[in-house]
């Protein structure tokens, strides 16, 4: 490995490691759970899965330097698809996310995902035909040669620090999906308050059913609503080949990782309705 590559799986390994220390040092932060305060705008997006265009156009919205009471949430950032050349080139994509937060520590927040999780623990995702969690790691390698394992064990850890849910002071909740009505029955809601120990991150517990969930209905997400004490959800997880879709009364899904993709900056001051919230979203083709 030259002197060069050297040096940059170096840079790389220290971009996410500062950027877990400042996810696990947030100030916004109780447990596994980000509290946004009632003042200001949260940018919600959704899945990403490496598309730097949207990304690109995302910061250019924001523009956090100009707007320091603005915060941006992403998740679900790694696992390109579909798969465009020979190599999954999402951890580029991982390490621009994560000089975002080291930035604006106080203003960028992230969401474990699935796919982040799955990669994290080991937890195979096949997706037509291909082993995403492989392509990502020799997409890491061809990067990084010799250095890789360094800047793998960084993204790991990286990861591990992401929060899994955030709530707003206008009773708005913000998570890359919901547990599965039948997860129900075992799921422990305490998750949200405390540390998340490695028996959380695997199936059958709390954060994995949350990551994983997709089938909701009305009675469930109104019970999902009183015990969380929330009035509307926003999720992705669900693809969504127009962007967005409203389901149960009360949950918004987003999708960010296509060229019809939103995501939806909205008051913190102000109680919002549904309706309100779907006024707010963005094309991402409308950003310049």
């Not at 940059?8 to 100030?27: I, K, L």
């Not at 994560?98 to 990669?119: D, G, I, M, T, W």
Request: aromatic share 8%.
């Amino acid at each position: 490995m030259t002197a060069s590559a050297a040096a940059s799986a170096e840079q790389a390994a220290d971009v996410f490691r500062q950027a877990a220390e400042a996810n696990r040092g947030d100030p916004l932060r109780t447990g596994t759970t980000l509290h946004l305060p009632n003042y200001g705008q949260l940018v919600a997006t959704g899945d990403l899965h490496g598309h730097r265009g949207n990304f690109e156009k995302l910061k250019r919205f924001c523009m956090l330097e100009h707007a320091s009471v603005r915060h941006v949430i992403l998740h679900e950032m790694i696992h390109t698809e579909p798969l465009v050349g020979p190599v999954d080139t999402s951890h580029e994509l991982l390490l621009e996310a994560a000089r975002y937060k080291c930035a604006f520590p106080e203003q960028v927040h992230f969401l474990q995902s699935n796919h982040e999780l799955s990669q994290l623990t080991s937890h195979q995702i096949l997706k037509g035909g291909r082993a995403v969690l492989e392509d990502f790691e020799r997409g890491v390698r061809e990067r990084y040669g010799g250095g890789s394992g360094k800047v793998y064990e960084a993204i790991l850890d990286f990861i591990r620090s992401f929060p899994i849910a955030a709530r707003t002071a206008n009773r708005v909740w913000v998570s890359h999906a919901l547990p599965a009505v039948d997860d129900m029955g075992y799921f422990d809601m305490g998750v949200f308050a405390r540390a998340a120990k490695e028996s959380d991150l695997h199936a059958g517990g709390p954060i994995y059913s949350l990551v994983w969930g997709r089938r909701f209905t009305d009675e469930h997400v109104e019970a999902l609503a009183r015990q969380l004490d929330v009035d509307i959800f926003i999720i992705g997880h669900i693809p969504q080949e127009d962007g967005y879709a409203v389901r149960n009364g009360r949950v918004i899904i987003l999708a960010s990782d296509h060229n019809h993709g939103v995501f939806l900056p909205f008051d913190l001051s102000k109680k919002p309705s549904i309706e309100d919230l779907v006024a707010c979203i963005r094309k991402f083709v409308a950003v310049p």
